[in-house]
């Protein structure tokens, strides 16, 4: 795992230890940071000297050199990097008409070389909308509600960018796909209400299955090899820590169930491993690992609630 403290300073920690790697933020600090597809790289978003903006740096990891990029993304926005590591997507304030409690944002795509940016949405309310980047390409969700507003159903879904628009592919939320037979998707209404109904999809073909036949809540995590799902379900209604990781079979069939503490928004699988981090530390936090092979969980206490891992 790789982290950076207020300091702005990156650290890596690891069976041996925690090393310094060097200064990736030139101000107070970093707000989040992602690993690159194949975990040599890191795109860090840094505290910028504006208080609207984001200020974006890249760690290389085998040589601990820093790249600080012309591109800065709206401050709490999705933002999204390519595969190959080449392109940045993110949001950028938009038009902020009268009387509306909130601007507009659009969202752009950043050559991270050039800077040259390209516009892909064009200035509207983009409430609780995220982009995420795999080898299937840049796709956008949608939910029907945010904190400010809700959405007709022609702009509720998931999107998939064909090079010149966003086209939609579903009303629900895309997880992961295998790209030949099983998909995996949450339908839900928000992403911030604890309170509202979240059901995990299988889909095998044009055949679906409702994985969440009891209770009103799971967490679609990833989808592993053969259809089968890895799902978190929270103990209660509202609950975003304590709960149970499990693996369902394409049938439904629960293959294992084993008490977990997770976060969902800051929980990413690498390899057969699956990364949370609790915020329970403050101002750092713990960082729960679990061995999906073993079934086996370490807990590493972190300085920080910024960090990322990758499979070395």
């Known amino acids: 795992?790789?982290?950076?403290?207020?300091?702005?300073?990156?650290?890596?920690?690891s069976r041996?230890?925690?090393?310094?790697?060097?200064?990736?933020?030139e101000g107070p600090g970093a707000l989040g940071m992602l690993a690159r597809a194949d975990g040599a790289a890191f795109l860090v978003r840094c505290i910028g000297s504006s208080t609207d903006?984001?200020?974006?740096?890249?760690l290389d990891v085998a040589s601990g050199r820093v790249t600080h990029l012309g591109a800065h993304p709206m401050s709490s926005f999705s933002l999204s990097w390519s595969p190959d590591g080449r392109s940045v997507a993110f949001f950028k304030l938009g038009d902020c008409p009268m009387p509306a409690p909130v601007c507009q944002t659009r969202a752009v795509i950043a050559d991270v070389s050039t800077g040259a940016e390209r516009e892909i949405l064009p200035s509207d309310y983009h409430l609780g909308t995220q982009l995420t980047w795999t080898n299937d390409g840049l796709r956008m969700f949608q939910p029907?509600?945010?904190e400010a507003g809700c959405f007709?159903?022609?702009?509720?879904?998931?999107?998939?960018?064909?090079?010149?628009?966003?086209?939609k592919i579903s009303d629900m939320r895309l997880i992961?796909?295998?790209?030949?037979?099983?998909?995996?998707?949450?339908?839900?209404?928000?992403l911030t209400d604890p309170s509202a109904v979240r059901n995990v999809i299988l889909r095998d073909g044009q055949t679906e299955l409702n994985l969440t036949t009891v209770g009103p809540r799971e967490y679609a995590l990833d989808l592993l090899g053969g259809g089968h799902a890895l799902v978190w379900r929270p103990n209660d209604v509202g609950s975003q820590l304590d709960g149970s990781l499990r693996e369902y079979d394409p049938q439904g069939q629960?293959?294992?169930?084993?008490?977990?503490?997770?976060?969902p928004p800051w929980t990413t699988r690498v390899g057969d491993a699956l990364v949370s981090g609790i915020p329970e530390r403050a101002p750092g936090m713990a960082a729960y690992l679990y061995d999906l092979r073993?079934?086996?969980?370490?807990?590493?206490p972190l300085p920080t609630t910024v960090f990322a891992a990758a499979k070395s």
């Open 144 to 146: 029907e509600c945010a």
């Open 53 to 58: 903006e984001d200020a974006l740096a890249i």
């Open 294 to 300: 073993r079934l086996i969980r370490f807990v590493v």
């Open 152 to 167: 007709p159903p022609e702009r509720v879904g998931t999107f998939l960018w064909d090079g010149a628009r966003f086209n």
């Open 16 to 25: 041996a230890g925690t090393t310094d790697v060097g200064r990736v933020c």
């Open 176 to 190: 992961a796909s295998d790209r030949a037979r099983f998909s995996l998707y949450e339908r839900l209404r928000s």
């Open 1 to 13: 795992m790789y982290t950076v403290t207020n300091d702005g300073v990156a650290h890596e920690v």
């Open 254 to 263: 629960v293959i294992w169930n084993r008490a977990a503490k997770i976060y």
